[in-house]
């Protein structure tokens, strides 16, 4: 049976590809050579980023590895990861990886041998999933944040928190991120707990300011709850401070509350007009209704305690 937590997940918490360039950050921290754009090296196999494959992002191999690769994947229970010569999923990359690896180590079939290749897929897995959040806590162009609901921001972006435990986040949670460390770069992360997989927390900063989130996915897959702030790095009349509260559905009914001028903005698809008007305690006290029942209490630490 496969450790979830050494960084193995079930086949409802994978880490599926987000963007082309965290498919690229990941072949680089896998320590493959990039001989063309979008094209990596890797113990002598060639593989290819599509974006475009199907609709569906992925990476594609030689496909003379299909037969070896197909039994892993069966093994591990990650066959929908692959579509045709394509993997969609970090998981099913770093079992490419450990395999060819391996491979390369001739390593001798005994009988521990199916062992020693868990032992080292949960160990690359675990390790690559590690470098890849160093790389977005080594990011130095994130800003503090400031405002009436910096307690949802310190709750929702975890790496705000002195208390940041980076093992306990690989444990309990699943993450996409582009990786992004340069000083002007824009860095995107989006994770889930494996409690709770339906609630999708979100950060993202560049030069014009950050973005926090939170969206709580309904029953019905067109049905979400969306809460949105926006702090932009230097405020102005065009781009304030903002919490957007918005709900996606048959109905769909949208908030926007402006801190620094008490504004709040209400709309609902199918109606011509939008309400505007000063925000009231009852505004106030359903905004933070609807922030604490997506978990966003004082501290990350907490959220995880409590889901």
């Known amino acids: 049976m496969i450790d979830n937590s050494n960084g193995i997940v079930n086949n409802d918490l994978r880490t599926f590809f987000s963007g082309v360039d965290e498919i690229a950050k990941y072949m680089t921290l896998l320590r493959a ?32 590895f299909i037969d070896v690769i197909s039994g892993l994947l069966k093994r591990f229970k990650m066959s929908d990861s692959i579509l045709g010569e394509t993997i969609i999923s970090l998981d099913a990359l770093v ?15 005994t009988e521990n041998v199916d062992q020693e290749f868990d032992k080292h897929f949960r160990r690359n897995l675990r390790q ?14 994130t800003k503090k944040y400031k405002g009436n609901f910096s307690f949802f921001d310190n709750s929702i972006t975890p790496f705000l928190d002195k208390e940041f435990n980076l093992d306990s986040f690989l444990d309990q949670c699943i993450f996409n991120t582009n990786g992004c460390s340069s000083k002007n770069g824009k860095l995107t992360i989006n994770w889930r ?7 999708v927390y979100g950060f993202q900063n560049s030069n014009e300011g950050n973005v926090t989130f939170a969206i709580s996915k ?8 969306n809460v949105f702030h926006f702090l932009p790095i230097l405020p102005t009349a065009d781009k304030p401070e903002e919490v957007q509260i918005f709900s996606v559905g048959s109905e769909n009914h949208s908030i926007h509350y402006f801190p620094e001028t ?3 903005t209400e709309k609902t698809d199918g109606r011509d007009s939008i309400l505007s008007r000063r925000a009231t305690e009852d505004d106030i ?11 966003c209490n004082d501290s990350f630490q907490t959220l995880l305690q409590t889901l």
């Open 33 to 64: 050579d990039k001989i063309a754009p979008n094209i990596f090296r890797l113990d002598n196999v060639d593989f290819s980023i599509n974006p475009f494959d199907e609709k569906i992002l992925g990476i594609s191999f030689d496909s003379k």
């Open 95 to 109: 079992l490419i990886y450990t395999a060819l690896n391996l491979m390369q180590k001739n390593l001798k079939h």
């Open 128 to 141: 690559v999933r590690k470098e890849m959040l160093l790389s977005v806590l080594q990011n130095n162009n």
């Open 193 to 199: 707990t494996r409690k709770r997989p339906e609630l």
């Open 218 to 225: 309904g029953k019905n897959s067109n049905s979400s709850l």
């Open 262 to 264: 008490g504004i709040i």
């Open 285 to 295: 006290e359903g905004i933070l209704k609807t922030l604490r029942n997506l978990k």
